[in-house]
């Protein structure tokens, strides 16, 4: 059974940093590339940061500098560590295998208030 279990959000004054957390099924983690993914209210949901199993890490243009994604594969689980945190940052984070995701875990909502 396939699931994906994310944590770590919350309310955030802006200028902070958080880490989201996402505890994955081995059936997804342990051969594939995982993502955190985004949705901000009335947009798409995109896909912002990625890591391969041995630990290579592509951004979005909009996520380079301030977001950073590691992995631990004997946890099965992904981080994402957010640092200057701004009002556009408010979504709801997901993490996934990327590029090609499979059915989405419950999302974490980060509001970043200005």
């Known amino acids: 059974q396939v699931q994906l279990v994310e944590s770590g959000g919350g309310l955030v004054q802006a200028g902070g940093s958080l880490r989201l957390s996402c505890a994955a099924s081995?059936?997804?983690?342990?051969?594939?590339?995982m993502g955190w993914y985004r949705q901000a209210p009335g947009k798409q949901r995109e896909l912002v940061a990625t890591?391969?199993?041995?630990?290579?890490?592509n951004y979005a243009d909009s996520a380079k500098g301030r977001l950073s994604i590691s992995r631990d594969n004997a946890k099965n689980t992904v981080y994402l560590q957010v640092n200057s945190l701004k009002p556009e940052d408010t979504a709801v984070y997901y993490c996934n295998k990327a590029p090609y995701p499979v059915v989405w875990g419950q999302g974490n909502q980060v509001t970043v208030s200005s």
């Open positions: 081995g059936s997804i983690f342990s051969i594939n590339t």
């Open positions: 890591i391969t199993r041995a630990g290579s890490t």
